[in-house]
Nanobody, 123 residues
Framework: QVQLVESGGGSVQAGGSLRLSCAASGDTYRRICMAWFRQAPGKEREGVASIYTTGGSTDYAYAVKGRFTISQDYAKNTLYLQMNSLKPEDTAMYYC????????????????WGQGTQVTVSS
């Protein structure tokens, strides 16, 4: 099994920055791909960014490209999401996810999820 614990959420004004962290534990082969998703009230959960933990290849949603950066510290089993130039529309619960197969921003590819951390951006 895999356990994922997110942290780093909070409230920030538009234009500000936050860094989310996801501490991972459990079977390494079940988290070959890791990703960040987000869900705003009344909306579907959407993929934000993904990364292959073995090769470092990344993918980003168009809405965050150039503002957000996904990275990992393999030795610490920790996933990060650096969020810059935040906008009110980035307000959502952010979830860390892990999967054993292909990466990408399709939530169906991920079998393990954290509990989420709230990000609120005010204008």
């Amino acid at each position: 099994q895999v356990q994922l614990v997110e942290s780093g959420g909070g409230s920030v004004q538009a234009g500000g920055s936050l860094r989310l962290s996801c501490a991972a534990s459990g079977d390494t082969y079940r988290r070959i791909c890791m990703a960040w998703f987000r869900q705003a009230p009344g909306k579907e959960r959407e993929g934000v960014a993904s990364i292959y933990t073995t090769g470092g290849s990344t993918d980003y949603a168009y809405a965050v490209k150039g503002r957000f950066t996904i990275s990992q510290d393999y030795a610490k089993n920790t996933l990060y999401l650096q969020m810059n130039s935040l906008k009110p529309e980035d307000t959502a619960m952010y979830y860390c996810a892990a999967g054993a197969g292909w990466c990408g921003l399709d939530r169906g590819r991920y079998s393990h999820w954290g509990q989420g951390t709230q990000v609120t951006v005010s204008s």
